[in-house]
């Protein structure tokens, strides 16, 4: 599945509809912060694992999580950190600099932040294993495992809201809401992109050429230059 450019369908009050600014969050996304190929690949490894992870969650929560954070997000993040080629974005005529600015979500700063606050979870169970009388406390090894993954899991969703409230407060409440929307499909919508991506890489494809982002700027006058702030989203 190749990834298009988005529609620009409009509301009753002539903003960007639900659907289209959706569609545009999902294609800058795509755009900026995905052109590596080992990055793709381990994006489309880190969705399916988010989408075992979802079908987990009423069944075993804890276990979803731990999924969710130390397999799917970590091979996510590794393909961000490492992979993404930080020189000047020819494709999209942008800095890696501007593009980690003007994200909407997590850049890589933000990130670091979130990544750090899940590592202390399990050391903050240990020290206290009832975390100041919320949970039961914790008796063996298994139930300390159980304790940290669902802690997890409410980092996951206290983060996903806080960014969410965060970008209606900053832009609008449609824009937070739509990001939110995106981050939680992201998985599914990964995959419908990215299956091809371990091909690419056994025939020595390293970076994505992006031939349809270069013929929709070629098509569409002045649509390389950066977008302004609030319709870039992170990954």
Request: glycine share 6%.
């Given at each position: 599945?190749?990834?298009?450019?988005?529609?620009?369908?409009?509301?009753?009050?002539?903003?960007?509809?639900?659907?289209?600014?959706?569609?545009?969050?999902?294609?800058?996304?795509?755009?900026?912060?995905?052109?590596?190929?080992?990055?793709?690949?381990?994006?489309?490894?880190?969705?399916?694992?988010?989408?075992?992870?979802?079908?987990?969650i009423?069944?075993?929560?804890?276990?979803?999580?731990?999924?969710?954070?130390?397999?799917?997000?970590?091979?996510?993040?590794?393909?961000?950190?490492?992979?993404?080629?930080?020189?000047?974005?020819?494709?999209?005529?942008?800095?890696?600099?501007?593009?980690?600015?003007?994200?909407?979500?997590?850049?890589?700063?933000?990130?670091?932040?979130?990544?750090?606050?899940?590592?202390?979870?399990?050391?903050?169970?240990?020290?206290?294993?009832?975390?100041?009388?919320?949970?039961?406390?914790?008796?063996?090894?298994?139930s300390?495992?159980?304790q940290?993954?669902?802690?997890?899991?409410?980092?996951?969703?206290?983060?996903?809201?806080?960014?969410?409230?965060?970008?209606?407060?900053?832009?609008?409440?449609?824009?937070?809401?739509?990001?939110?929307?995106?981050?939680?499909?992201?998985?599914?919508?990964?995959?419908?992109?990215?299956?091809?991506?371990?091909?690419?890489?056994?025939?020595?494809?390293?970076?994505?050429?992006m031939?349809?982002?270069?013929?929709?700027?070629g098509?569409?006058?002045?649509?390389?230059?950066?977008?302004?702030?609030?319709v870039?989203?992170?990954?």
């Amino acid at each position: 599945m190749t990834t298009t450019a988005a529609p620009r369908s409009t509301d009753a009050e002539g903003s960007p509809s639900f659907w289209s600014e959706l569609h545009t969050q999902r294609w800058d996304d795509h755009r900026y912060y995905h052109r590596s190929r080992v990055n793709q690949a381990l994006h489309l490894l880190s969705a399916c694992c988010f989408v075992v992870a979802y079908l987990l969650i009423p069944f075993q929560a804890a276990l979803a999580a731990i999924l969710g954070w130390v397999v799917a997000m970590w091979v996510r993040q590794i393909g961000h950190f490492f992979f993404e080629p930080r020189g000047f974005d020819e494709v999209n005529h942008a800095t890696f600099a501007h593009k980690e600015e003007i994200k909407l979500g997590y850049n890589l700063r933000r990130k670091v932040v979130l990544l750090a606050i899940w590592i202390t979870v399990p050391f903050m169970v240990w020290r206290n294993p009832t975390m100041f009388g919320t949970m039961e406390r914790w008796t063996d090894a298994m139930s300390l495992v159980n304790q940290t993954g669902l802690l997890w899991l409410w980092l996951g969703v206290a983060g996903l809201l806080a960014r969410t409230l965060w970008l209606a407060l900053t832009h609008s409440p449609k824009t937070g809401f739509v990001w939110m929307i995106k981050i939680l499909t992201d998985p599914f919508h990964d995959i419908s992109i990215y299956y091809k991506a371990p091909a690419a890489l056994l025939r020595g494809e390293w970076i994505d050429p992006m031939t349809h982002v270069q013929a929709f700027h070629g098509s569409t006058p002045n649509a390389a230059a950066p977008r302004p702030l609030r319709v870039t989203p992170d990954a």
